[in-house]
């Protein structure tokens, strides 16, 4: 099926640092989404995108839609020990056998030192 | 509104039992998912319906079976349970539109097969 490539794969930061994580394709998206898992629980909805080079922010969380159409960005700034948890970046093919259905990177895992 | 429900939270099953996994939303959304997590895997999309009575397959369909007999309510049945469907089901949903892949998705149901 259809890869998502994501890193890192796992981050450890201390308190206060600005993390960057990305997701590359070899193909065209026309949708890129954010998620956050945290323990024992489902994702949660951080960031969607639907344009390419568009940037939005969700509070101290920026993503971008890249120009390519093939990677999409996501930064947190002045990280807090709550931002700990699991992240996804998702995308929807523009075309082909996928069309319609979400793809999920494999995830970074954020750990945040006090 | 109580958002995407799945029940039960835990299961362990023996090979070849079937079982149904339960899932419900409250919000009117046309789109429900299933998918699978596995550590390092992300998620995978198990089946998909875009409505009432319409259901197609993902990336990983073999196994299971689904059914969408009314809007709320999109069950999957594993017919016989293997080890190698130990693992992380979630289930999703979506509005359709714009919004169409921004997914809610429910906490969770932990399966064990033995």
């Known amino acids: 099926g259809q890869q998502l490539n994501q890193s890192p794969q796992s981050m450890f930061i201390q308190e206060g640092e600005d993390v960057s994580m990305n997701c590359t394709s070899s193909s065209i998206f026309n949708t890129w989404l954010w998620y956050k898992q945290e323990p024992g629980e489902g994702p949660v909805l951080l960031i969607a995108l639907y344009k390419a080079g568009e940037l939005t922010s969700n509070g101290r969380l920026t993503a971008q839609f890249g120009i390519t159409r093939k990677d999409s960005f996501l930064n947190i700034s002045a990280s807090i020990p709550s931002d700990v948890g699991i992240y996804f970046c998702a995308g929807q093919l523009e075309r082909g056998t996928s069309y319609g259905k979400l793809t999920f990177g494999q995830g970074t895992i954020l750990t945040v030192h006090p | ?114």
């Open chain 2, 1 to 114: 509104n109580a958002g995407v429900t799945q029940t039960p939270k835990f299961q362990v099953l023996k090979t070849g039992q079937s079982m149904t996994l339960q899932c419900a939303q409250d919000m009117n959304h046309e789109y429900m998912s299933w998918y699978r997590q596995d550590p390092g895997m992300g998620l995978r999309l198990i089946h998909y319906s875009v409505g009432a009575g319409i259901t197609d397959q993902g990336e990983v369909p073999n196994g299971y079976n689904v059914s969408r007999s009314t809007t709320e309510d999109f069950p999957l049945r594993l017919l016989s349970a293997a080890p190698s469907q130990t693992s992380v089901y979630f289930c999703a949903s979506s509005p359709t539109g714009t919004g169409a892949y921004e997914q809610y998705f429910g906490p969770g149901t932990r399966l064990t097969v033995t």
